[in-house]
């Protein structure tokens, strides 16, 4: 298709080429330079605390249910909405609540099928990408499952402006430095 080129703010709003982005992404680097992260370095910059950014701080609340209290940015937060997901579980919360999990140490939880395990994965997933510039790798073991995750990541991550590729047989997908998450099967995992 054709290429558009937008600004996504560090609330996740994604912006066509125009004054308000062009303002808004003045703001954020303003906000970013404050906290020691530099646009013209992007490599090895990070956020360690997105909650105290104004975008998410004010929007964050108390409650450990709520998407918005993990910092999922706004547009995200919609989405999932849109696809039925209203709050966590407690036991999501717990498990995003754990010590050092939300700065990348291991987690490993138990709970029955469709109980909800993809969106804890999902919300620690979303932090490093948005928060930490990294890149992320899916692996799922059919084709079947990857095509399925790939629409449903691209509906709901697709209005923070991160791009979501599919790598498996059959797929024309690649991965570049432009693909922030790619889902692949595990023989494609194997391969790369």
């Known amino acids: 298709g054709e290429r558009q080129v937008i600004y996504v703010t560090l609330a996740g709003e994604a912006l066509p080429r125009c004054a308000r982005a062009f303002r808004s992404a003045t703001a954020d680097q303003r906000l970013l330079k404050a906290r ?14 997105p909650e105290d ?11 450990v249910h709520e998407l918005a209290y993990w910092c999922v940015p706004e547009p995200v937060v919609v989405a999932y909405r849109d696809a039925g997901v209203r709050r966590l579980y407690p036991w999501q919360a717990e498990c995003l609540s754990g010590p050092g999990v939300l700065e990348g140490r291991s987690l490993v939880y138990v709970a029955p099928t469709s109980a909800g395990k993809s969106l804890v994965s999902e919300v620690l997933m979303l932090r490093q990408l948005l928060f930490q510039g990294r890149r992320a790798l899916l692996v ?4 079947s499952i990857c095509a399925e995750r790939v629409a449903e990541l691209r509906r ?18 690649t991965w570049h430095g432009a693909v922030d998450v790619a889902v692949c099967t595990i023989e494609k995992a194997c391969s790369l």
């Open 140 to 143: 799922l073991p059919y084709v």
């Open 36 to 49: 020691g992260v530099a646009s013209f370095r992007p490599v090895g910059s990070s956020i360690d605390r």
């Open 53 to 63: 950014l104004a975008p998410y701080a004010e929007r964050r609340g108390q409650d």
């Open 156 to 173: 709901l991550w697709g209005p923070s402006g991160l791009r979501i590729e599919a790598l498996y047989s059959g797929s024309e997908g």
